[in-house]
């Protein structure tokens, strides 16, 4: 996984885009309206219930976009909320305000969304030792927030990208010529490089699974859209020699008979890729 250091980097940069994007050279309606030494207050208001996610992130965008804006929070990132919960004030310039207030509500729906959905996935595992992981399927230029909102419903971040971790697919494999040839070479690769990276491969059936505990110094193996009696005898047969993470038609019906099979991970595209928006709104006070 990525450092601390690389984890706010990457928020400052998203941030940084996010505001360029949406401002550009001027909030041209508050600045044609309001005057620049207005001084406002607002709340954000949920009109909602789930897992409220990004008010510490709403807290960056506020200070980026003006370092004298006070934020009061009332209800902490990874809190249960219901429709009427106020979630903090901000105050300020009024000009200021409206500037991020886009930002803000954007990424706080976004968020709040990934972590409601997450927070159900988790209930759903309680009573087995599987914990759930997201993937790579995000929001382009966005992943590093609807990441954290993972972590903010109780789930566990995968690799954050390509570059800290390996991980050899179905195509990976047919490319290469195999999976033996496939990492053998990565095994090279990473002495050759001077690499400290884990290796995850994904099997496509037994013979697979098989294949793959044979090349031995494989950190975990992924099962790759196997059925519940196929889950539980690769577990079987892999035992302790790796961990083990089913992928592939993981949903509400599904996720707890595939926990049940004994897998150490369960991961799922749908925390990132499939939610809707929780309905937040920034109102003047």
Same mark, same amino acid.
């Given at each position: 996984?990525?450092?601390?250091?690389?984890?706010?980097?990457?928020?400052?940069?998203?941030?940084?885009?996010?505001?360029?994007?949406?401002?550009?050279?001027?909030?041209?309606?508050?600045?044609?309206?309001?005057?620049?030494?207005?001084?406002?207050?607002?709340?954000?208001?949920?009109?909602?219930?789930?897992?409220?996610?990004?008010?510490?992130?709403?807290?960056?965008?506020?200070?980026?976009?003006?370092?004298?804006?006070?934020?009061?929070?009332?209800?902490?990132?990874?809190?249960?909320?219901?429709?009427?919960?106020?979630?903090?004030?901000?105050?300020?310039?009024?000009?200021?305000?409206?500037?991020?207030?886009?930002?803000?509500?954007?990424?706080?729906?976004?968020?709040? =969304?990934?972590?409601?959905?997450?927070?159900?996935?988790?209930?759903?595992?309680?009573?087995?030792?599987?914990?759930?992981?997201?993937?790579?399927?995000?929001?382009?230029?966005?992943?590093?927030?609807?990441?954290?909102?993972?972590?903010?419903?109780?789930?566990?971040?995968?690799?954050?990208?390509?570059?800290?971790?390996?991980?050899?697919?179905?195509?990976?494999?047919?490319? =290469?010529?195999?999976?033996?040839?496939?990492? =053998?070479?990565?095994?090279?690769?990473?002495?050759?490089?001077?690499?400290?990276?884990?290796?995850?491969?994904?099997?496509?059936?037994?013979?697979?699974?098989?294949?793959?505990?044979?090349?031995?110094?494989?950190?975990?193996?992924?099962?790759?859209?196997?059925?519940?009696?196929?889950?539980?005898?690769?577990?079987?047969?892999?035992?302790?020699?790796?961990?083990?993470?089913?992928?592939?038609?993981?949903?509400?019906?599904?996720?707890?008979?595939?926990?049940?099979?004994?897998?150490?991970?369960?991961?799922?595209?749908?925390?990132?890729?499939?939610?809707?928006?929780?309905?937040?709104?920034?109102?003047?006070?």
């Amino acid at each position: 996984m990525i450092s601390e250091a690389q984890f706010k980097n990457e928020l400052q940069i998203l941030i940084s885009n996010a505001i360029r994007e949406d401002v550009g050279d001027g909030d041209h309606s508050s600045l044609a309206c309001i005057p620049v030494t207005a001084q406002g207050k607002a709340k954000l208001l949920v009109k909602d219930e789930g897992i409220i996610a990004g008010v510490e992130f709403a807290q960056m965008i506020f200070n980026y976009v003006d370092s004298n804006l006070q934020i009061e929070t009332f209800i902490s990132d990874g809190s249960p909320v219901t429709f009427g919960d106020v979630v903090l004030h901000v105050s300020g310039s009024s000009q200021s305000i409206l500037k991020a207030e886009r930002m803000v509500l954007n990424s706080m729906q976004r968020m709040s =969304a990934i972590a409601t959905k997450t927070h159900e996935y988790v209930k759903l595992l309680e009573g087995t030792k599987a914990k759930i992981l997201d993937t790579r399927k995000t929001t382009p230029g966005f992943r590093v927030a609807e990441k954290w909102a993972v972590k903010l419903g109780g789930g566990e971040n995968h690799r954050f990208a390509l570059y800290d971790m390996i991980m050899l697919k179905d195509n990976h494999i047919d490319f =290469a010529g195999g999976i033996t040839l496939a990492i =053998a070479k990565t095994k090279a690769y990473l002495k050759e490089n001077n690499k400290d990276l884990k290796i995850i491969v994904e099997a496509r059936d037994i013979d697979e699974v098989k294949e793959i505990i044979a090349c031995e110094g494989i950190h975990r193996i992924l099962l790759d859209n196997f059925d519940y009696e196929m889950t539980k005898a690769a577990v079987i047969l892999i035992g302790d020699k790796c961990q083990t993470e089913s992928s592939g038609n993981i949903n509400e019906e599904t996720i707890r008979k595939y926990a049940e099979c004994g897998v150490d991970f369960i991961s799922s595209g749908a925390l990132t890729h499939s939610v809707y928006n929780m309905d937040l709104s920034l109102k003047a006070i």
